[in-house]
């Protein structure tokens, strides 16, 4: 066995950086997903987000779609 490439790279862009906020994200489209919540962990210049992907955990990086609601995590 051998090591492979970074399956998910946006991670590697996180390492070392502080955890700047974590917010629960909505999801507010008149859809399926309606009411789902993600939960995004903000850094000062990027973004990591675990949402619903069904039968398993999503996980993506940038900005909340438009038709997510941010609810600060205190």
Same mark, same amino acid.
């Given at each position: 066995m051998q090591w492979g490439p970074e399956p998910l790279p946006?991670?590697?862009?996180?390492?070392?950086?502080? $955890?700047?906020e974590l917010? $629960?994200?909505?999801w507010?489209?008149?859809d399926l997903a309606q009411g789902n919540i993600d939960v995004s962990f903000v850094?000062?210049?990027?973004?990591?987000?675990?949402?619903?992907?069904?039968?398993?955990?999503?996980?993506?990086f940038g900005s909340p779609d438009q038709r997510q609601r941010s609810r600060p995590f205190h």
């Open positions: 946006g991670l590697h862009a996180l390492r070392c950086l502080s $955890l700047k917010e $629960l994200l909505e507010t489209g008149r850094f000062m210049e990027k973004r990591a987000n675990v949402f619903n992907a069904l039968d398993e955990n999503g996980l993506s």
